[in-house]
């Protein structure tokens, strides 16, 4: 049971470069999230999942894109990669809502 | 939307100090309020939540946290900490059926051995 898991770990990116970021769980969780972690901010909530196939903004959208084809994954994209997306980047999940467990993050980095 | 307001950035104790930090949040209706740590290196895990029922929680390692309504809060202690504490800890709060969980800035816990 490995729980929530992200690839890759870590990423550099040069603006305007386009990357996936991909979240996996085996909890049969309904519910997936993404968040970033800046520092002093805390974490901020980007997309959200609450079932295959559905997705819906967050609190911090823009530039970003989700996809839930399947169930156990939620994939999450970057476009055209900016230096305001350097974060650490965390995917979520939970079963109805409630507590979320966290996969182990994503670092990126954007030149 | 609720937000998360957590007082203290940084707090610095020496071992076997006792520990509280602070969380106000700003909602007005039913809420659902967690404690996350998160250890040097690795990412978020569960301290306690409160949904309902008894306002005084417990949570792993020692620690537990007072649901106060009338003031907003949900302040997390511990009565005697250990450098394995060391770590940052964000409070986080959502409304019942909403799924846009609003975490604090974090608190950065530093204890000296």
């Known amino acids: 049971n490995a729980g929530v898991t992200q690839t890759p770990k870590f990423r550099v990116l040069k603006t305007g470069q386009s990357m996936t970021l991909l979240c996996a769980q085996d909890?049969?969780?309904?519910?997936m999230y993404w968040y970033r972690q800046d520092p002093g901010m805390g974490l901020r909530l980007i997309h959200y999942?609450?079932?295959?196939?559905?997705?819906a903004k967050g609190e911090v959208p823009d530039g970003y894109n989700v996809s839930r084809l399947k169930k156990q994954n939620f994939l999450l994209g970057l476009e055209s990669a900016a230096p305001s997306q350097t974060s650490v980047y965390f995917c979520?999940?939970?079963?109805?809502?409630?507590?979320?467990?966290f996969g182990p993050g994503t670092r990126l980095t954007v030149t | 939307a609720q937000s998360v307001s957590q007082h203290n950035h940084h707090v610095i104790l020496s071992e076997a100090a006792s520990l509280e930090l602070g969380c106000n949040y700003s909602?007005?209706?039913?809420?659902?309020l967690f404690w996350y740590v998160q250890y040097p290196g690795q990412h978020l895990q569960l301290l306690l939540k409160?949904?309902?029922?008894?306002?005084l929680v417990k949570g792993i390692k020692g620690f537990e946290a007072e649901f106060i309504k009338s003031k907003f809060s949900f302040n997390l202690r511990k009565p005697s900490v250990q450098w394995s504490d060391t770590a940052e800890y964000f409070c986080?709060?959502?409304?019942?059926?909403?799924?846009?969980?609003?975490f604090g800035a974090g608190t950065r816990l530093t204890v000296k051995p």
């Open positions: 986080a709060v959502n409304a019942p059926n909403n799924n846009d969980m609003r």
């Open positions: 409160y949904f309902s029922g008894d306002p």
């Open positions: 999942s609450v079932g295959e196939g559905t997705t």
């Open positions: 979520a999940s939970s079963w109805e809502g409630f507590e979320q467990y």
């Open positions: 909602y007005g209706g039913t809420v659902n």
């Open positions: 909890m049969n969780h309904e519910y």
